[in-house]
Structures are given as structure tokens and as C-alpha cells.
């Protein structure tokens, strides 16, 4: 998933697999756009 808030054409918020995002934050790096973990979704533990 993918969130950008138009009114003020900030940051991106992307939600990816946990395994994929090393990839994804060494891809932002090459294109000179920085990025990081910001959090983690977990199962309802209940």
C-alpha cells in the first residue's frame, strides 16, 4: 500500500513485506531518496 497526502505533497508511507523491505530501502538509496521503518503490523494476538 501506498499513502500521499496531496495537500501538502508530503512523505510517502508504504506498507511492504517485511522481507522485501531491505530491497525496497536500498532501491530508494540508489535513486537518491532516502527512507526507513517507521513501524510494523502484527497479528491480533486475542
Do not use: F, S, W
Request: charged share 10%.
Amino acid at each position: 500500500a501506498l499513502l500521499i497526502d496531496p495537500q501538502t505533497c508530503g512523505p510517502l508511507l508504504a506498507a511492504v513485506p517485511a522481507h522485501q523491505a531491505p530491497a525496497l530501502l536500498r532501491a530508494m538509496g540508489a535513486i537518491h531518496h532516502g527512507g526507513t521503518i517507521i513501524g510494523r503490523v502484527q497479528a491480533n494476538q486475542d
